[in-house]
């Protein structure tokens, strides 16, 4: 298939019996533990424009921002599926008609394409107009519970690394805000660790939205193939 990227890390999260983890607390703990990092690499510039600040502050102030941007990256996830993902990989996305894969980083859309066609077809109830069979789809699939633990470890991943993207975003933003500052006030060290900072949160997001993008699209794939080979076509069931 070529887009199910999971399934090395499926076996050994199986092994280890962290699935129920993973349905829960670790996305959030990892959000807050990036974003607390992230936020750490601010302290030694903001210390030096504040020397009166007493550094334990800072590293305190530097927690709890990190606390703060790792629940809103948590909490806020749900935009990469609902805005991001939808404009490149939904019913009417950008990428559908992709063969190749998009920026050599995401999965190309016509194999997804595919299966959702197919889907389509399968199922016996249809969805509105442009949403796409995926919430049909998902219904018919949890109701063999065997075979919706293997659908879903893709989205589960998936659900992970999200988390992790607006953590970044952020802190690459604060990181070029800082620099700004820095350069008006002729900090020159100061300018060069914030870009530092800066683009180590872009290649962590970049790092992140990619293998994102993949685990959705296989999740997906996953979902489709198990509808179109399981639902049964009704008479007089039309594209």
């Known amino acids: 298939m070529g887009l199910d990227h999971?399934?090395?890390?499926?076996?050994?999260?199986?092994?280890?019996?962290?699935?129920?983890?993973?349905?829960?607390?670790?996305?959030?703990?990892a959000a807050i533990i990036l974003s607390v990092a992230l936020l750490e690499c601010f302290v030694p510039p903001?210390?030096?424009?504040f020397p009166a600040v007493r550094l334990n502050l800072l590293?305190?102030?530097?927690?709890?921002?990190?606390?703060?941007?790792?629940?809103?990256?948590?909490?806020?996830?749900?935009?990469?599926?609902?805005?991001a993902f939808e404009a490149c990989y939904g019913p009417r996305?950008?990428?559908?008609?992709?063969?190749?894969?998009?920026?050599l980083l995401f999965p190309a859309g016509a194999t997804l394409k595919r299966h959702r066609a197919?889907?389509?077809?399968?199922l016996a109830r249809h969805s509105e107009p442009g949403e796409g069979p995926y919430r049909e789809a998902a219904k018919v699939a949890r109701r063999q519970g065997e075979r919706w633990e293997r659908i879903e470890h893709p989205l589960i991943l998936s659900r992970c690394l999200r988390g992790l993207?607006?953590?970044?975003?952020?802190?690459?933003?604060?990181?070029?805000?800082?620099?700004?500052?820095?350069?008006?006030?002729?900090?020159?060290?100061?300018?060069?660790?914030?870009?530092?900072?800066?683009?180590?949160?872009?290649?962590?997001?970049?790092?992140?939205?990619?293998?994102?993008?993949?685990?959705?699209?296989?999740?997906?794939?996953?979902?489709?193939?198990d509808v179109a080979g399981h639902s049964p076509k009704r008479k007089g069931d039309r594209h």
């Open 46 to 49: 903001v210390a030096r424009l």
């Open 59 to 83: 590293h305190l102030f530097a927690i709890g921002i990190g606390l703060l941007l790792g629940l809103i990256g948590y909490q806020a996830g749900e935009f990469w599926d609902r805005v």
């Open 93 to 103: 996305g950008r990428w559908l008609d992709a063969t190749g894969g998009p920026l």
């Open 6 to 29: 999971g399934t090395a890390t499926e076996r050994l999260l199986t092994r280890l019996g962290l699935w129920g983890g993973m349905r829960s607390g670790i996305p959030l703990v």
């Open 165 to 225: 993207l607006w953590p970044c975003l952020i802190a690459a933003a604060l990181a070029f805000g800082g620099a700004v500052v820095f350069s008006l006030l002729g900090g020159r060290p100061e300018v060069s660790r914030f870009m530092l900072i800066a683009g180590v949160s872009l290649a962590l997001w970049l790092l992140c939205v990619a293998p994102y993008t993949h685990l959705r699209v296989a999740h997906m794939i996953r979902l489709y193939e």
């Open 118 to 122: 197919q889907a389509t077809q399968a």
